[in-house]
């Protein structure tokens, strides 16, 4: 590390498709952990932590042909790793990995890995935080799938959210229509995948890649006209009333299910904002039952955020996977989950403006002024910080020896401090300090020049003044 | 994802050095990060969150003949990227990058990663937490790095620890002390790091590496002489009086700022537990100033926890190293910091017998009972969670339809839920539930069965037999 170093031509930038995280952002993106981790807690989650990598093996064959995008380590002697590319699989290996814990009821935040094409604009990123809640274990039907959706709800609505659209369908019901209306069972998948691309495509086009897939236009069409509907209970009555439909084992299954998780929905007060929608299918094969997808219709609220058009988008998705354990221990685990994209709520809460939140959460600085010979009040000021400190109140001040007054302003402003405690050598000696609240432009205001108090209740005036919490 | 793969062998772990966290390990782990981040919000700190790996061009040439243990990951077309060794030089990166920043608080809690010969015993990891807290900035001498030591005082005063020191010493004094004993230039890091032993070794041995590396026996023995002083101001006494180092001028600049920094520290109110330990070298090259070390005296309380002995350890090191983001931009930013090791810390906590809290928290367990023809008041269950929940209580229920009264609290025993809400289809009928604190055993105790209250009253009733926040 000679100083020649400092020639080198580095490339000073993050690896494609990463990015920093710090300031607003940040503070934003905490904020939302801290909303649904207090959700998850209030439903008796604890949390897992895995490792960044796992082993190779452990997630090959799991993701199909986007196993392409798994980032491998290279191999430096020993075994061969990969970065993790979601948390549902990690949470697999460890509940097989732990054979005596049977259920399990977790959450995790963390980043993911994949090794896609980045598209900034859409927020597709190479690395991105998921956020996942997944209750493992053997119940009684729809019991916990219930209570997922509960937490989705749960989950928006402390973030304020009104306008979203829990769309939900169940993979039997899915599966028995196919069935029924005569596709074969190598077909099922592709056309599943088509079907779910009804809410992009009008569905001209997605009949169209049906029949390339080897469909004929009269079984296309009569998927088409069941998987066009969406509703609520009417669904249900539709697929209880359809003559063939209503016969089909699958549906005549997930129907039961539908009817269990509509029921358990009202006893939670979580009816709203949900969509039996028959054209969900969503494109990981490993869901065995319900499935849901979050979406919401997210322009931002005329002038309010920088971004007007947020689009319409998925900001949660999720379903039953009963199998997933069950190929690494050879006994299935029946698990349920959802996963929040978190990068994309951020996003669409910024467009909306909500990034209010000061980056830096200071709430008093404080400073010193004097005449000729003023000697910087360093230790008084470290002094005064001290106990301000013990008395967990967030605080700055400059660390200049000599700081002139309009500079520890200004550096107070920029930081949005919203209180000022100035020492003066003659208020000091009388056992006093000033307390300034920031930004006082009314002349009428008796404490625009700050107001002195005794030292002995500095924390107290303090206090009074300080914004309540998250009051940005 | 066929059946077939379920009959695959898979290798059920982690990968070698790599953990999971859950359980009393994680909830201790979440206790530790909102301490410190506590700390470091109340001196106004923000967090800058870089991504888990980096190009690799950054990282090489910064970490001297470690370099080696640095994890790459497989090249798979594109840019070449590393795993994070550290989250100083991401730190520094990220200065580098944003020229406009020319001062930074910032903390950052992430896991590294080291291809380092794992010793679990000793705590020492592949992925392992690192818990950063740097200033960075162009300030008057010595006052940001007061501060950070102010900080050190704060964490473990925030854990409750009594015994620790914050060895500390200075890179100028340690360089002038082996120019002034006559070493050579280019041994000066090579006897630096041999001196940097005597915490483990006795000064023969000592002696004997530095005689090894080529210096002579009698400046070794000038050094031996000098380097195993430790004390407070009587070292700056000493430094300041020895005929052949006070005149030496990297040892003046040296003297000059412990002066200031003591008087500092002394106006934080955080001198205790400080010594000024003249062997103290630290290995990282790129150290400039300051240098410490906490470290903890840590056998665990007879009796208390289940391993005995903790050992002697660092805990936390750090120190000022001014040209570390120049080697980037080579436009040079000072900065000072510390990191906390994270890891060692919370197996101190575990030994101590700190970890006495729950992993899982749950406030109330939502449970029914009836008699012949008992339906298992599902619906009923979840209307009384949902109430709970929307009070903010954290409340579960069994994900049975019919489950038996012993096996509900079998379940709320199991996990530490400190009240159970009985619901039967006659008190209910009469608009009461019955709250019952689990576990009293108190013949006497009114409540011993329970204690019958109006629905209404419900949460308020709960409220108060709750344990207080933390009460674990």
């Given at each position: 590390?000679?100083k020649?170093?400092?020639?080198?031509?580095?490339?000073?930038?993050?690896?494609?498709?990463?990015?920093?995280?710090?300031?607003?952002?940040?503070?934003?993106?905490?904020?939302?952990?801290?909303?649904?981790?207090?959700?998850?807690?209030?439903?008796?989650?604890?949390?897992?932590?895995?490792?960044?990598?796992?082993?190779?093996?452990?997630?090959?064959?799991?993701?199909?042909?986007?196993?392409?995008?798994?980032?491998?380590?290279?191999?430096?002697?020993?075994?061969?790793?990969?970065?993790?590319?979601?948390?549902?699989?990690?949470?697999?290996?460890?509940?097989?990995?732990?054979?005596?814990?049977?259920?399990?009821?977790?959450?995790?935040?963390?980043?993911?890995?994949?090794?896609?094409?980045?598209?900034?604009?859409?927020?597709?990123?190479?690395?991105?935080?998921?956020?996942?809640?997944?209750?493992?274990?053997?119940?009684?039907?729809?019991?916990?799938?219930?209570?997922?959706?509960?937490?989705?709800?749960?989950v928006?609505?402390?973030?304020?959210?009104?306008?979203y659209?829990?769309?939900?369908?169940?993979?039997?019901?899915?599966?028995?229509?196919?069935?029924?209306?005569?596709?074969?069972?190598?077909?099922?998948?592709?056309?599943?995948?088509?079907?779910?691309?009804?809410?992009?495509?009008?569905?001209?086009?997605?009949?169209?890649?049906?029949?390339?897939?080897?469909?004929?236009?009269?079984?296309?069409?009569q998927?088409?006209?069941?998987?066009?509907?969406?509703?609520?209970?009417?669904?249900?009555?539709?697929?209880?009333?359809?003559?063939?439909?209503?016969?089909?084992?699958?549906?005549?299954?997930?129907?039961?299910?539908m009817?269990?998780?509509?029921?358990?929905?009202?006893?939670?007060d979580?009816?709203?904002?949900?969509?039996?929608?028959?054209?969900?299918?969503?494109?990981?094969?490993?869901?065995?039952?319900?499935?849901?997808?979050?979406?919401?219709?997210?322009?931002?609220?005329?002038?309010?955020?920088?971004?007007?058009?947020?689009?319409?988008?998925?900001?949660?998705?999720?379903?039953?996977?009963?199998?997933?354990?069950?190929?690494?221990?050879?006994?299935?685990?029946?698990?349920?989950?959802?996963?929040?994209?978190?990068?994309?709520?951020?996003?669409?809460l910024?467009?909306?403006?909500?990034?209010?939140q000061?980056?830096?959460?200071?709430?008093?600085?404080?400073?010193?002024?004097?005449?000729?010979?003023?000697?910087?009040?360093?230790?008084?000021?470290?002094?005064?910080?001290?106990?301000?400190?013990?008395?967990?109140?967030?605080?700055?001040?400059?660390?200049?020896?000599?700081?002139?007054?309009?500079?520890?302003?200004?550096q107070?402003?920029?930081a949005?401090?919203?209180?000022?405690?100035?020492?003066?050598?003659?208020?000091?000696?009388?056992?006093?300090?000033?307390?300034?609240?920031?930004?006082?432009?009314?002349?009428?205001?008796?404490?625009?020049?700050?107001?002195?108090?005794?030292?002995?209740?500095?924390?107290?005036?303090?206090?009074?003044?300080?914004?309540?919490?998250?009051?940005?």
């Amino acid at each position: 590390m000679g100083k020649d170093d400092r020639s080198k031509n580095f490339n000073l930038k993050v690896p494609k498709g990463t990015r920093d995280w710090t300031g607003e952002d940040a503070a934003l993106r905490d904020r939302l952990f801290e909303t649904v981790t207090t959700v998850f807690k209030r439903h008796g989650a604890t949390t897992l932590d895995t490792p960044v990598f796992e082993l190779k093996e452990i997630l090959s064959g799991k993701y199909g042909e986007d196993s392409k995008l798994i980032y491998d380590l290279q191999d430096q002697g020993g075994e061969l790793c990969s970065l993790r590319y979601d948390l549902t699989v990690p949470l697999a290996r460890w509940l097989a990995m732990n054979p005596s814990v049977q259920s399990f009821k977790r959450y995790q935040i963390a980043k993911v890995y994949r090794r896609d094409q980045p598209a900034m604009t859409k927020g597709r990123m190479r690395e991105f935080y998921q956020c996942d809640f997944d209750i493992a274990g053997a119940y009684d039907a729809m019991i916990p799938d219930a209570e997922v959706l509960k937490i989705v709800n749960d989950v928006f609505k402390a973030l304020g959210w009104e306008s979203y659209t829990i769309k939900m369908n169940h993979r039997k019901i899915l599966d028995g229509m196919f069935k029924a209306a005569g596709v074969k069972e190598d077909l099922i998948r592709p056309i599943s995948s088509a079907v779910d691309k009804l809410d992009k495509l009008p569905w001209a086009e997605v009949k169209q890649e049906m029949e390339a897939k080897g469909l004929s236009a009269d079984i296309a069409d009569q998927i088409g006209e069941w998987v066009q509907r969406k509703g609520g209970d009417d669904i249900i009555e539709f697929l209880k009333s359809d003559p063939v439909l209503s016969q089909n084992e699958d549906v005549k299954k997930g129907i039961s299910d539908m009817e269990l998780l509509f029921s358990y929905l009202d006893a939670f007060d979580a009816r709203s904002h949900v969509s039996f929608d028959l054209s969900l299918a969503r494109g990981l094969d490993y869901y065995t039952g319900l499935i849901y997808e979050v979406v919401t219709e997210g322009s931002a609220p005329q002038g309010k955020g920088k971004q007007q058009e947020v689009g319409v988008g998925s900001v949660a998705a999720g379903g039953r996977y009963d199998n997933l354990v069950g190929m690494f221990s050879g006994k299935p685990i029946p698990c349920v989950g959802i996963s929040f994209g978190i990068d994309r709520i951020i996003s669409i809460l910024k467009a909306r403006g909500e990034s209010t939140q000061r980056a830096k959460d200071v709430d008093a600085f404080v400073m010193a002024f004097g005449g000729k010979g003023f000697t910087g009040m360093l230790t008084e000021r470290m002094q005064v910080a001290q106990e301000l400190w013990a008395s967990d109140i967030k605080t700055e001040f400059s660390y200049k020896l000599k700081p002139k007054l309009p500079q520890q302003f200004k550096q107070a402003e920029t930081a949005g401090v919203p209180l000022a405690v100035i020492l003066g050598e003659e208020e000091l000696k009388a056992g006093k300090v000033k307390i300034k609240v920031m930004g006082i432009t009314d002349e009428n205001n008796p404490e625009k020049d700050g107001v002195l108090v005794d030292r002995k209740d500095m924390v107290t005036e303090i206090r009074k003044r300080l914004p309540t919490a998250n009051g940005a």
